[in-house]
C-alpha cells in the first residue's frame, strides 16, 4: 500500500481527530511498529495524532514507552501491528485492519503493573 492510501485510510478511519485523546486536531501518522523495525505503511500500523514527535499525544508515546505498549500505541518488532489490540478514545481496545476499520473485541484496558 502507498504511503498517501494509508494516510487517507487512517484520516478517514479518525475523523480528522487524535485517537488517543480524542480532544485535539490529529495531524501527524504514527506508526505503531517503527519503519526501521520492518513496520509498514498500513492502516493497521497506523494511529492519527495530535502534536509531533515531542509534543501532544505524539510526544507522549515517545516519552512513555511502557504505557504505550501496554495500551497498543506502540508495537515490539516481533509482533503484527493487525494482531495487536490499541486503545482509541472512541472504541476503547480494538484490532486495526488494514481497511481504515476498527475490529471490536472483548478486552478491557490492561492494567498498569504494580
Not at 14 to 40: D, M, P, Y
Not at 81 to 101: I, N, Q, W, Y
Request: net charge positive; hydrophobic share 35%; proline share 5%.
Amino acid at each position: 500500500m502507498s504511503q498517501r492510501r494509508a494516510r487517507d485510510l487512517v484520516a478517514a478511519r479518525s475523523g480528522w481527530i487524535c485517537e488517543v485523546c480524542g480532544s485535539a486536531a490529529a495531524t501527524n501518522f504514527h506508526h505503531r511498529k517503527n519503519a526501521s523495525q520492518g513496520g509498514l505503511w498500513l492502516p493497521s500500523n497506523g494511529l492519527h495524532l495530535c502534536g509531533s514527535g515531542t509534543t501532544g499525544c505524539h510526544g507522549r508515546i515517545t516519552q512513555n514507552p511502557a504505557d504505550s505498549y501496554r495500551l497498543g500505541w506502540s508495537v515490539p518488532s516481533w509482533q503484527d501491528p493487525k494482531e495487536v489490540p490499541v486503545f482509541v478514545f472512541s472504541h476503547g481496545m480494538v484490532l486495526l485492519d488494514d481497511a481504515g476499520r476498527y475490529l471490536h473485541t472483548d478486552l478491557e484496558v490492561p492494567c498498569r503493573a504494580s
